[in-house]
């Protein structure tokens, strides 16, 4: 089999990946905190760091969102089911008895068709839930001046907040071994380091 | 350096040690023998002159000049007599006041409340103990039920407008101060002088906090006793103490917030403003006010804390100021907290009734009252209350098998009125009538063989007691435990010492017990959390495993 070396991330997309991913780890670790699990920073630092730390993501989003619109990629998270049973069987045997990889990766289609769906069910569900959560428990204090406040209340929007958050969570655990499964443990980690994947 | 030399320095050193030795040794018991103000227990105790440099008057009149003022008085209604002469409409101002009727009708609950009526958990009550507790009655005379509320002499115009601290009233004068000197308290070899009405009378000015707090630091029977928030520590303040009283700052009298007007002094604990968070700035000049003037939003508005630290504004719809700005009450000297009518009377060997000290130095037993207990520096209790207080009246009727509620705070975290409050809650256990069930009324002070302080007899002491007072009584009495409840609200803090956000947002934080809020860092939904946690540890696992499936699968192909 050959391999050829492709350009698959470009360099603002790598810096959003990586900013993202310091900005969530760190929402996570004060987030928790905030949600009694343990204590590290202090609630108070970590309510204000974890209130930072959501402008700046939404910052970083706006510019991921203009990027993907502007440059097409948007394109890369269409879902598609072909090939999604082949990937599971992949997970599920194949990788273990080295079986190629059912996708193999071009600049147009990035994604293999899992990771489609994954990213796009963290877009569509994961991001709604703890934004929009996120959003009622930062600005409690307006609700009465938005009329809300007979709709809301601080417990559910709390539960939604967290249930978002506990999703995250396990995405990421999904997300960072899935990142070993490339043909080397760490071919996926180099590019999106580099860019480069050898495909 | 030569031999007399050093021998000339030794004797310099220690001639200097010396000095300075003796200089300690003279100045350092001064202290200890300095007269501790209110140190005598149940007196209402003479009001201090103002401390630190004179500062020059503002006022236009200097009363020393006025000839009416100079002269012999021989009591204090002919004082009051001597300044109705100029100040006409005085003393019909003070007879329409609590201050004077110690009469509140609560127009919410409808109960008729205040010190005339109620039956509480310290000295329990007023009725057939008039001589004694009047001391703090700003009138003179006041010893039983025929006093004439309606005489303008009987009016004590000094107590609360004096400035030269030598105007004391004595318990058991019925409001008068001595007219020549006396030995008080009884048996104790301490001399209350007799002071010079004149010079008193001349030195009238405008209410200062040791006239307030000649009677309201000394509630409950001596210093610091009842409140827990208001004692003589506040007569001259440090910023610690009081952030608004600070001697060296703000140096706020207390009718600075109790903004008094025609001698009607406004803020109530019958009927306290619990939530007062309507008005960003209610009271600003000019504009017609009819709210509270003594409440912290009244000079501070809503939305009291600045930008950087908006969220803090976050939580003045759920939280009194007081709660985090009060973080500690007695943070000046030791109040009481409980007290054990039922223990009261035992006697010495040869009859006669003692006191023990606690390790405090403050009484721990005395035979006339009982058992207490006291402490400093005390976490409040913390409850919904929405201003409405409920109080248990001399006809209530009471349940033996459950602690008394002298006062019980109304509120609740859906009514829209209440906020989280900080309160003292005083423990008491006192007589009650065990066949009709209500609380009792003693007669404690007298010269009479009925006074329980003087023959140790309760069965004389309540019906005498409910005789006067004019409440039917069984003869059949016990004792009940009760709790009263007092609102925190004096002794702000400096800022630097409000409560920090993990003190409350914790598990085991100081909200611990209060329902009807989600607080982050305190709730949390149980079943979310094991599910949360449950499977990103299950996906924790499988990602485990199949990692270590490939690690094997691929050994075995190496």
Not at chain 2, 19 to 43: E, N
Not at chain 2, 510 to 530: A, E, H, T, W
């Amino acid at each position: 089999m050959t391999t050829e070396r492709i350009h698959v991330f470009k360099r603002f997309e790598r810096f959003w990946h990586w900013s993202q991913a310091a900005l969530i780890i760190f929402m996570m670790v004060s987030g928790f905190e905030v949600h009694g699990a343990y204590k590290l920073l202090g609630f108070k630092s970590a309510v204000e760091l974890h209130t930072i730390a959501a402008w700046s993501l939404i910052t970083l989003w706006v510019f991921a969102v203009f990027w993907h619109f502007t440059t097409g990629e948007w394109k890369q998270y269409i879902p598609t089911m072909e090939k999604v049973d082949a990937m599971f069987k992949y997970y599920l045997t194949g990788i273990f008895t080295h079986v190629p990889h059912p996708f193999r990766q071009t600049t147009l289609t990035k994604h293999n068709p899992l990771q489609r769906l994954a990213y796009l069910f963290f877009m569509l569900v994961i991001s709604p839930v703890i934004w929009f959560s996120g959003w009622f428990y930062l600005f409690y204090a307006d609700w009465s001046a938005w009329g809300v406040d007979k709709y809301l209340s601080l417990e559910w929007v709390a539960f939604f907040h967290t249930t978002g958050a506990f999703m995250i969570l396990i995405f990421f655990i999904a997300h960072i071994y899935l990142a070993t499964a490339g043909h080397t443990p760490l071919a996926h980690i180099k590019a999106m380091i580099t860019g480069w994947e050898e495909v | 350096m030569s031999s007399r030399t050093r021998i000339a320095l030794s004797a310099l050193v220690a001639g200097a040690a010396l000095a300075v030795l003796t200089a300690f040794a003279t100045t350092a018991p001064a202290p200890v023998v300095a007269a501790k103000p209110g140190a005598a227990g149940t007196t209402a105790p003479a009001v201090p002159a103002a401390t630190g440099e004179k500062k020059e008057s503002i006022s236009t009149a200097d009363h020393s000049k006025f000839k009416e003022l100079q002269k012999e008085f021989k009591s204090g209604p002919e004082v009051t007599k001597a300044c109705l002469t100029c100040h006409t409409e005085a003393a019909k101002q003070i007879q329409k006041t609590q201050h004077w009727t110690w009469e509140f009708l609560n127009p919410d609950t409808k109960q008729t409340l205040g010190k005339k009526h109620i039956i509480n958990n310290f000295c329990t009550a007023v009725e057939s103990n008039q001589k004694f507790c009047t001391a703090c009655h700003i009138g003179y005379g006041w010893e039983d039920q025929k006093f004439d509320f309606t005489k303008q002499e009987n009016v004590d115009c000094l107590v609360c407008h004096e400035s030269t601290g030598t105007y004391r009233k004595i318990p058991g004068l019925s409001g008068h101060p001595p007219y020549k000197d006396m030995e008080f308290p009884p048996h104790t070899g301490k001399i209350v002088k007799a002071p010079d009405l004149a010079k008193v009378a001349q030195s009238v000015g405008k209410t200062s906090r040791a006239n307030c707090g000649a009677c309201h630091f000394y509630g409950g029977g001596g210093d610091a006793v009842k409140h827990g928030d208001l004692d003589s520590t506040l007569k001259n303040p440090g910023k610690y103490l009081d952030i608004h009283m600070d001697k060296k700052g703000l140096n706020f009298t207390c009718g600075t917030c109790h903004m008094t007007a025609g001698h009607k002094v406004p803020g109530s604990r019958y009927a306290p403003t619990a939530a007062d968070i309507k008005d960003a700035a209610p009271h600003l000049r000019g504009k017609m006010v009819t709210t509270n003037p003594a409440t912290c939003q009244a000079c501070h508005g809503a939305k009291p804390h600045p930008a950087k630290m908006a969220r803090l504004n976050d939580h003045t719809s759920k939280l009194a100021c007081q709660t985090c700005h009060i973080p500690e009450y007695a943070r000046g000297q030791p109040t009481k907290m409980s007290w054990d009518w039922s223990t009261a009377g035992k006697l010495t060997p040869e009859g006669k009734p003692f006191k023990v000290q606690g390790s405090d130095g403050h009484d721990a037993y005395d035979s006339k009252k009982g058992n207490f207990t006291w402490e400093s520096h005390v976490i409040p209790e913390y409850i919904w209350f929405n201003g409405k207080v409920d109080y248990t009246l001399s006809d209530t009727k009471l349940d033996p098998t459950k602690v008394v509620q002298i006062n019980r705070f109304e509120g609740s975290p859906n009514d829209g009125k209440s906020l989280i409050w900080p309160v003292k809650v005083f423990h008491g256990q006192q007589p009650y009538d065990t066949v009709n069930k209500t609380l009792i009324v003693p007669h404690t002070f007298g010269a009479d063989d009925s006074a329980y302080w003087t023959n140790f007899d309760w069965d004389k002491s309540l019906a005498e007691g409910m005789k006067v007072a004019g409440i039917p009584y069984s003869g059949q009495y016990g004792f009940v435990k009760t709790e009263m409840s007092w609102p925190i609200t004096h002794m702000v803090a400096p800022k630097a010492d409000a409560l920090s956000c993990a003190q409350c947002h914790s598990k085991n934080g100081r909200l611990k017990g209060v329902q009807g809020i989600y607080m982050p860092g305190r709730d949390s939904n149980k079943m979310l959390d094991i599910f949360g946690w449950g499977i990103a540890l299950l996906a924790l696992i499988g990602v485990l495993i199949h990692g270590g499936i490939r690690i094997i699968t691929r050994k075995h192909e190496g």
